[in-house]
């Protein structure tokens, strides 16, 4: 699958809320004609539905007189595609109920800053374990499932149209020694190779660069080619995942990425740190 249902989803709510605004309805307006409840109107347009379907999409476009034969079947189309299964649905039971897997299947540009790991997607199957195994997941099938998980996450970076993937590392992710020398070493190296690929940029924030915009934390922006999709940015907390979408949100950590990103080695500069540090090993 080349697209999310997840992301369809909410772009299916966002073009319906728009439809009712310009037609000047209110949700209950909308809710009488058609003999529904409200609340399945504003959970429709607050994307808080799980299977649309296109029953309800096709009399939602009857009453906002949407009559053009094109645009109806595009919003069709969207619901269909919202009902499909994406992979990580089968990874649940260590993905959790929402997953960035989700946001990412769709996304145009990635741009991640990560303070003091490898982020996923550029993970090798060992470092991943290491990871797992330092925040005390010990039990072996749970951590052979989140590897498998964590390397079909890095799928999308094969395909024949994949996303543009920006990182920018805090040093401090490349000193730690996660999982040995041994593992530290292939995984250094494994980024070097990466780096290589024309849709793949890292760089990498020197200690000597000090305090800098994003010491609060680690985060991750999603830009989708649809601009209906708007942009999505992800913030993990120790109390769980954040996906924040409001304007001033989004714009608040691109100006942070962007502070970080003037910070850091160029790309050429961070592959010659990169191989130096793992020579190192």
């Known amino acids: 699958m080349t697209h999310s249902p997840t992301v369809r989803r909410r772009r299916l709510s966002a073009e319906l809320l728009k439809l009712r605004t310009n037609v000047g309805l209110t949700a209950d307006e909308v809710a009488k004609r058609l003999e529904w409840t409200p609340s399945k109107v504003t959970r429709i347009e607050r994307n808080e539905w799980k299977l649309p379907a296109v029953r309800d999409i096709r009399d939602l476009l009857d009453v906002y007189g949407v009559t053009d034969d094109e645009h109806r079947e595009a919003l069709f189309t969207l619901a269909r595609e919202a009902r499909q299964r994406g992979w990580w649905v089968d990874y649940q039971d260590v993905l959790g109920p929402r997953s960035v897997a989700e946001f990412e299947a769709d996304a145009a540009h990635i741009h991640m800053y990560e303070a003091l790991v490898i982020p996923g997607l550029l993970q090798t199957a060992d470092y991943a374990a290491a990871v797992f195994r330092g925040g005390q997941v010990l039990d072996q099938a ?83 080619a649809t601009p209906e999709d708007g942009t999505l940015v992800y913030v993990e907390t120790g109390i769980g995942d954040l996906f924040l979408e409001r304007p001033e949100e989004v714009s608040r950590y691109t100006v942070k990425y962007d502070h970080v990103r003037a910070l850091a080695l160029s790309e050429e500069a961070t592959v010659a740190h990169l191989e130096s540090l793992s020579a190192q090993l």
């Open 142 to 224: 749970f951590v052979d499932r989140a590897i498998a998980a964590r390397l079909a996450r890095q799928e999308i970076l094969e395909r024949d149209n994949p996303p543009y993937l920006w990182v920018i590392l805090d040093e401090a992710a490349l000193r730690k020694k996660v999982g040995g020398a041994a593992v530290m070493r292939d995984q250094l190296r494994h980024i070097v190779e990466m780096c290589s690929r024309p849709n793949i940029a890292v760089q990498v924030v020197p200690d000597e660069a000090g305090a800098h915009a994003a010491m609060s934390g680690s985060f991750v922006i999603y830009e989708y």
